[in-house]
């Protein structure tokens, strides 16, 4: 946008002043916009009641669902309402055992063996599954984890099955992605997802491994299991062979107990990156091969020549998407300190649009934070930043009574040294900072342990071509943010892990190339 | 990311209580519109009556805002509403549709539809001004129109479809406001794209950053191509949701359409007595 080319400069004319539309000219004190009530829209939840959720979830081996060798079980509860909607199979070293043994079993006699081809249409059919029962399976991912309807229908459904399509499209053409090369499967993939993206995160998983030839034992995060279980019943439906994929459910041990298995020949991790720098130790000197995505505190940074209002909508999918509750979020802003009025102005107003409440209302925004202990870690460090003098601006929606909710938060007068703008919140805020020249954003923005990923906007191409050569990301987005495509990779730098999901380089992860 | 941003106006779930008051609004936001060669007295008198009662009394309907003609048509509408009406008289005038001719009979143009009785202006920006890279000349006549209407409302029609990108919309909207622009305006709805939501966005945008340089408030009006409710109530959606509630009123919104009322009556009469009705149920405008 020309905003900088000031109409009136280039005309050389004055403006006549004048009353405008029988509204007199508002004085520089009141100039506000009002978000109220004048016209609000009615409640639209989507229909959950078609959509049954047994009472009691098993483990997934071998293609049947079985108790667990504990027969304990623990809750699982929706985080919008504190309901509880099922009770889920606490696995342990038995069952991991179990699943270990059958995946190891599927792979020697059946899943190795079988033709690119044929495996192709395995995936091919759990694909188009997955597109059949998309409005089930958004509904469930979001009341399993508070997760918006209109994030689960418009995104992480659409990319789950553009993962299976992609990677069914590779099973058979192996050898093309790596000229001069014969790929070979790998073995067991022991696979340990987190609760932001339960499903997509499984596909992520799920299907370069077996599009590959391996078998799969995998742990979704103790909060959120349910889609992974509906997922597994999409396998048996899709006839996919006993014990190419296992679903353990369970807590931490339960996960430990799949990397340390000695069965396992491939470990892949997407989490906090204290437990990733754990599991990177178990492995060590086992041979067994181990990708990490891990936590992020990305840079996105705004220079002033950006199109703001563009860039607005940037900062806002960049955090606020899915509560926040994502690895790449765009949590540290980096403004140019010359629109650093404009730009939070303009983001005040903006976040007073944002609708939070209901995940089931096909209106709603912001759902819930996805488990207690994540709330309490948001409150406890958007108080660290209170504590050490930022001043934190916060959307005045009403918060529901029960449920986990944090509103849309940021904090201004954030500095390098703040927790806020070091520490990964994984929650709706953002930290604002400000620079003076490209040299210093890139210098900011490279300042973390972290380097999954960044954003950069700017109008001008040659700034976005020399500033992302220099940022130290896995991911790098100009003029948006939040994009994901299965062809793309996906992964960090330094404490943000290794290995990259998605594209050729993910699809390399689970094969052996000699 | 415009848009993507606009997209997302027309997933908002507009239902029940919402959506009455929502259509009902869009009725009073209305420029109900005949721009055609063939227009007489007679035809300007279907549009008015429609513009005055546009459905039965039971459903509660409000007035449009105004009815848009040609400058020929003017003293037949004025007359047909009186001197004191709930709904303008709102004259395309400056060589509508392309605003190739002479600036001296453009603003006569603009003078002789005042007298006539015209309460608002929707003049055509001069296209070749701006695309030949002379905003001074496109400022100056934009300046010399307001001062030709007097005492009436300056809509400025930018159409957007000649522009083409989002950066001269959003040029020609700051040099439309800065020039004395009471509305700015799509599209003559003469050529294809009309109204669109992303540049219905960027023009919004530019309105927002230009009351809080100058504490004016500008209004918009989409024109062409808007033909049907759910469309209408995206726009709502928009406005809601980029300006507020300040702008949800027929004085800083409107839409141009002809054939828009009826499906937003038929949408009312559905939310009202609970089954649709055909389309004989409906007088035309």
Redesign the interface.
């Known amino acids: ?3 900088k ?4 400069k ?4 004055k ?2 002043a ?1 009353p ?4 007199p ?4 004190r ?2 506000r ?12 939840p989507e229909e959950s009641k078609n959509y049954v959720i047994a009472p009691r979830h098993e483990l997934f081996i071998n293609g049947k669902f079985v108790k667990p060798h504990s027969g304990k079980h623990f809750d699982s509860i929706n985080p919008a309402t504190e309901d509880k909607l099922t009770e889920i199979a606490l696995g342990d070293e038995a069952d991991v055992d179990r699943a270990v043994k059958a995946a190891r079993r599927a792979y020697e006699k059946v899943w190795s063996k079988m033709p690119g081809r044929e495996r192709g249409k395995y995936l091919y059919r759990i694909a188009r599954i997955i597109q059949e029962k998309s409005r089930e399976l958004a509904v469930l991912e979001s009341m399993d984890g508070g997760k918006p309807i ?1 994030e689960t229908r ?1 995104v992480d459904l659409p990319l789950v099955a553009a993962h299976f399509f992609y990677h069914a499209g590779w099973a058979d053409k192996l050898k093309y992605a790596f000229p001069g090369k014969t790929p070979r499967p790998l073995g067991v993939a022991g696979q340990i997802i987190p609760w932001n993206f339960p499903l997509l995160m499984a596909a992520w998983k799920i299907a370069p491994a077996i599009a590959c030839g391996n078998t799969v034992v995998i742990k979704p995060s103790k909060t959120t299991s349910i889609t992974l279980l509906r997922l597994a019943q999409i396998f048996q439906e899709a006839e996919l062979p006993e014990g190419v994929v296992n679903v353990i459910t369970g807590v931490g041990e339960t996960g430990t107990a799949i990397v340390q298995h000695p069965d396992v020949n491939k470990v892949a991790f997407t989490g906090s990156t204290e437990v990733g720098k754990q599991l990177a130790q178990m492995v060590v000197g086992t041979g067994k091969r181990i990708t990490l995505e891990l936590g992020g505190k990305a840079a996105n940074i705004i220079f002033e020549d950006a ?1 703001i ?3 607005i ?2 900062i806002i999918v960049g955090i606020y998407f899915n509560m926040g509750h994502v690895c790449c979020a765009g949590s540290r802003l980096l403004v140019q300190e010359s629109i650093f009025p404009k730009v939070v ?1 303009k983001l005040r107003d903006r976040i007073q ?1 944002l609708r939070l409440g209901n995940p089931l209302d ?2 709603t925004d912001i759902g819930a934070i996805n488990n207690k202990p994540q709330l309490e870690k948001i409150r406890e460090l958007v108080q660290s930043g209170v504590d050490e003098g930022a001043e934190v601006v916060q959307s005045r929606c009403p918060l529901p009574e029960r449920g986990y909710w944090y509103p849309p938060t940021f904090l201004t007068g954030v500095t390098a040294s703040h927790r806020v703008a070091q520490e990964e919140i994984f929650g709706p805020v953002l930290s604002v900072m400000t620079f003076r020249t490209p040299e210093e954003a890139v210098e900011r923005a490279n300042n973390t342990p972290y380097g999954l990923s960044a954003g950069v906007w700017t109008d001008k191409g040659s700034k976005i071509f020399k500033i992302v050569n220099q940022l130290r990301a896995g991911v790098i987005w100009a ?2 943010y939040n994009k994901f495509d299965p062809t793309s990779p996906f992964g960090g730098y330094k404490e943000s892990g290794f290995g990259r999901e998605g594209g050729l380089q993910g699809l390399a992860a689970y094969c052996r190339l000699d | 990311m415009v848009e993507e941003r606009a997209g997302s106006f027309t997933k908002r779930s507009i239902k029940t209580s919402a959506k009455l008051a929502g259509l009902k609004m869009v009725v009073s936001m209305v420029d109900l519109t005949t721009l055609e060669g063939k227009d007489t007295p007679g035809k300007v008198a279907y549009l008015c009556r429609k513009a005055l009662q546009p459905a039965e009394p039971k459903y509660g309907v409000p007035s449009c805002a105004a009815v848009c003609i040609y400058p020929n048509m003017v003293k037949f509408a004025r007359k047909f509403l009186g001197e004191q009406s709930p709904v303008q008289v709102a004259s395309v005038a400056t060589a509508f549709p392309s605003g190739q001719y002479p600036l001296r009979t453009r603003l006569d143009e603009v003078r002789r539809a005042v007298a006539d009785g015209a309460d608002e202006i929707d003049m055509v920006i001069n296209r070749c001004a701006f695309l030949s890279g002379d905003y001074a000349q496109m400022f100056d006549e934009i300046a010399a129109t307001k001062e030709a209407c007097g005492p009436a409302h300056l809509k400025v029609i930018l159409e957007t479809g000649e522009l083409v990108t989002y950066d001269n919309v959003r040029l020609a909207s700051e040099i439309a406001m800065q020039a004395g622009a009471n509305f700015i305006k799509t599209s003559t709805g003469k050529v294809s794209p009309a109204a669109t939501l992303p540049v219905t966005l960027v023009m919004l945008e530019a309105i927002r950053d230009f009351f809080f340089a100058t504490g004016i408030r500008i209004g918009m009006k989409p024109a062409g191509g808007i033909r049907n409710a759910k469309q209408a109530l995206a726009y709502l959606v928009m406005v809601k949701e980029t300006l507020g509630d300040d702008w949800l009123t027929p004085d800083l919104f409107r839409f141009g359409a002809s054939t828009l009322i009826n499906d937003v009556l038929m949408q009312i009469a559905k939310t009202v007595d609970g089954n649709y009705q055909g389309p004989d149920y409906f007088s035309l405008p």
Do not use: C
């Open positions: 946008m020309k905003t080319s000031n109409a009136l280039i005309a050389g004319r403006s006549p004048r405008q539309n029988g509204h000219v508002v004085p520089l009141e100039r916009l009002n978000f109220g009530t004048k016209w609000d829209y009615a409640p639209a209109k418009d199109p209002d563009q860039a909508e940037g102005r649009t096909k209106n003029n948006t």
